[in-house]
């Protein structure tokens, strides 16, 4: 499978993705373009470190929006991925990639959907509103995606519980750790395995099984 990953910043997501392809977590992957917005992404240097293919462009660099729309959807096409993967990509997904590429988008968020997400909600800013919330866990979940801001077909979530002590910082990296570094390598090597499939609204992964998923631990260090 051919996977083309969305970044905009420190690439940590990035980085489990290779090493997991490398260790043989997730299999029958290769990774054939890194596209970030933002030229000075850490990502970016993770990609050319691991000899892949990167790729730039900014709205910034267009007239209008429409015209980075259409570059990026060009881009994506001459990459010919069979699964884009957001991995802390902060541009807005145009429409006409998600039909372009339906179903073959997925993205990795910082808290358990339907909670915390949507517009407005990225980065430290998702951790710092669960803490005001007061709320007891928080998590990641890899989902697909749609039209809508963090609404497609949920595909995996892991839980993570907040401390009395926790700072935004502090939560997003366990929930980092113990969550995202392995959900969503765990996700691509099912989308590879072909055993993921979409009814409706919801995901079907053949031979589910939830009690892996408390199981899974961080790696720590990326
Ligand atoms: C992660 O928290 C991810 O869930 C969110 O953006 C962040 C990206 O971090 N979508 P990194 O660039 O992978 O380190």
Redesign the pocket.
Known sequence: MRIAVL?????????AIIDGIKNGTIRNTQICMVYSNNPGAY?LERARTAGIPTACISPKDYATRDDFNIALLQLLKEADPDLIV????LVVIPESVVRAFRNRII????SLIPSFCGTGY??LGVHKKVLERGARVSG?TVHFVDEGTDTGPIILQKPVMVRDDDTPESL?RR??EEA?WKLLPMAIDLIAQGKVSVDGNKVIVAGYDSDILPGITGEEG?
């Open positions: 970044v905009s910043g420190g690439g940590t997501n990035l980085q990502a957001l991995a802390g990509c993205n990795i968020h910082p990225y980065g990641a997003q929930i980092m995202e990326r």
